[in-house]
């Protein structure tokens, strides 16, 4: 689809264009995506697309077209119903089409006398709770009625009330109690009963669906798969909840709770992580929590890489992070007590400047490997043999030839999206995912012209996974991996007002990697969309190589548009990005004197 539009593009762009017919008059809407959206904001984009010298009208008022033929507006939705009626002129012939903004309404809710409502309203998923936490069940049912509910087996007729206007959120009828875990109780899987008084002695009663556990204290949990993960907290968004990080199969966990279906971890005193159900086994109550004291640190290396290794009892679960200047990798241990009575440097152990151990708090000891080279070139942490931690840190690659950098390398380059992913949508019908596959095909072009081995995860409109591109790039050992995307705003915010190129990275040490793209980036004359850091898109959460992404520019904003689908654009985008490359190595890379060059 889309090379048709990049036809159409280049022959618009040639003088040509202006002897087309009008029989080829169009209209092509791409926000709204339907002709009827229910949307409840003060502001909406919409954007859409045409013959360039047609005229183009939403509501009335006459708009911009681009070069692209893209034409986008704000619509300020005022009443529960807003029209918006785009009309494309050119030549005496005219196409109009309407759509409808619908602000959707929150239906009053009907009761038929006395009755609870099939709607749990809090928690709406299995919750387990330890001592001291407080256990808040809602429940919606006729207004002004007496209620009270039961923890089966356990608990009866605690009472609820029913909460104000305003607490409700405006709604009736909504009943709120709670009950405090004591130190002695122990619930396991109870569902909830919910009952309003009918006559003198009489009931109606509804169950959750959802169960109950109170109490238990630490329960010991088994990770089961390979590629879980500790999100700090239980937020998730369109990147799916901050991460810490990946952890590895046949971690154990003490976990002491859950909510919304994920077992809360405690690392250590005062420090809790959560972790997906699915990703856990349960190990059968009364196994005491999984703690280890630390035994001694080993510090050697070969040929490539610095290994730190730290005996432990258990497999613990970690989490990683870095700081720059001095460049050091920080490794906690949680679970762990110290008993680390010393350490031993190996002389192979090159990258290396030292490694010193602190007793954080209870349960939490750290590693602190200060690094010889100014440049973090990707680790790992993991377990290898039993319960030995390894941390394996690679070294700087060596250049040999400071006039060509990058020859030798392996570099991945990822085309953000494909196949059903589109990513974000341009005015004109531009795909993410096409503009960003183009660009990734000229940057290999020129990479290859440098003597890089590349890596592209994704070589054509095909949908590939987060797990497999990771996987591309450590499987091909690459040095190290840029994600190429272009940007997009929401559908409150003008089109037309953001715009500029970003550089995004999670990890602290990746940062200078993403900082000077990004500033070749900004050399192209693109406006300024600042460097992002602690970004958790799942491609920049690989500790194991240096890593960035590149947000190109706004495919939201039309004049960006144009430049994102001009190929000449594309190459220049392309070669910044090689330019900030062979900036990268040149300063964090060891650069070794060529041996003299015989005489021909
Ligand atoms: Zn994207």
Do not use: C
């Not at 196409?95 to 009755?115: D, Q, S």
């Not at 154990?252 to 992580?273: E, Q």
């Not at 040929?303 to 700081?323: H, M, V």
């Not at 000077?516 to 850091?533: F, Q, S, V, W």
């Amino acid at each position: 689809m889309k090379y048709i539009n990049t036809l159409i593009l280049s022959i618009l762009f040639s003088s040509a264009v202006l002897a087309q017919s009008t029989d080829s008059l169009y209209l092509n809407i791409v926000i709204p995506e339907q002709d009827t959206v229910m949307y409840s904001y003060s502001r909406y984009r919409v954007a859409a697309n045409t013959l360039p010298q047609a005229s183009a009208f939403i509501n009335g008022k006459e708009t911009k077209v681009y070069a692209t033929g893209a034409f986008v507006d704000m619509i300020y939705p005022e009443n529960d119903t807003t029209h918006i009626e785009f009309k494309v002129v050119l030549d005496g012939k005219e196409i109009t089409r309407n759509m409808v903004l619908i602000k959707p309404k929150r239906e009053p809710v009907v009761f038929n006398g006395k009755e609870i409502k099939d709607r749990m309203v809090k928690p709406g998923n299995d919750v387990w709770l330890n001592t001291g936490e407080k256990l808040v069940v809602q429940t919606m049912a006729t207004p002004g009625e007496h209620m009270v509910f039961n923890i089966d087996g356990f608990k009866r007729n605690i009472p609820m009330r029913e909460l104000t206007r305003d607490e409700s959120g405006g709604r009736q009828g909504i009943y709120q109690g709670s009950y405090v875990v004591k130190p002695s109780d122990y619930v396991m899987k109870q569902h909830i009963t919910f009952k309003m008084k009918k006559g003198l002695f009489g009931y109606i009663k509804k169950t959750s669906d959802f169960e109950v556990t109170l109490g238990g204290g630490v329960r010991v949990g088994k990770v089961i798969e390979d590629g879980a993960y500790l999100n700090t907290g239980l937020g998730t968004d369109r990147l799916g909840g901050y991460k810490y990080g990946f952890i590895e199969k046949d971690i154990l966990l003490n976990i002491t709770g859950m909510k919304n279906g994920i077992y809360r971890v405690k690392l250590a005193d005062g420090l809790d992580a959560w972790i997906p159900e699915k990703f856990v086994e349960l190990m059968p109550a009364g196994i005491e929590p999984v703690e280890s004291l630390t035994g001694n640190i080993r510090i050697s290396g070969n040929s490539s890489q610095d290994i730190i290794t730290l005996n432990l009892s258990e497999k613990l679960p970690y989490t990683t992070f870095q700081q720059l200047d001095p460049n050091k990798i920080i490794v906690d241990v949680y679970g762990a007590t110290s008993n680390t009575n010393w350490k031993t440097k190996m002389l192979s152990s090159e990258g290396i400047k030292k490694v010193e151990w602190e007793q954080v708090a209870n349960g939490q000891f750290r590693m602190i490997i200060e690094l010889d080279h100014s440049q973090n070139w990707g680790y790992s942490v993991g377990y290898g043999w039993g319960s030995q931690l390894a941390v394996k840190i690679n070294r700087p690659p060596v250049i040999t030839d400071p006039i060509n950098p990058l020859s030798g390398r392996t570099i991945a380059v990822d085309a953000g999206h494909g196949g059903s992913s589109n990513g974000a949508l341009g005015a004109s019908g531009a795909k993410e995912k096409e503009v960003t596959l183009q660009i990734t095909q000229k940057l290999d072009s020129l990479l290859k012209l440098e003597g890089v081995n590349v890596i592209l995860p994704r070589t054509n409109d095909s949908y590939v996974y987060m797990s497999e591109r990771r996987e591309a790039v450590l499987s091909n050992k690459a040095d190290l991996l840029v994600s190429i995307h272009a940007n997009s705003i929401g559908y409150t915010s003008d089109p037309r007002e953001v715009a500029g190129t970003g550089g995004f990275y999670k990890h602290m040490a990746y940062r200078p990697l993403a900082e000077i793209l990004y500033k070749n980036m900004l050399d192209l004359g693109l406006k300024d969309y600042g460097l992002t850091g602690s970004f958790n898109f799942s491609l920049n959460g690989p500790i194991e190589f240096p890593n960035a992404l590149v947000e190109t520019a706004f495919i939201s904003n039309p004049e960006e548009e144009i430049l994102l689908l001009d190929p000449d654009f594309q190459v220049k985008i392309a070669e910044q990005i090689v330019k900030g490359l062979k900036e990268f190595y040149l300063k964090h890379a060891s650069i070794e004197a060529l041996e003299e060059m015989p005489e021909k």
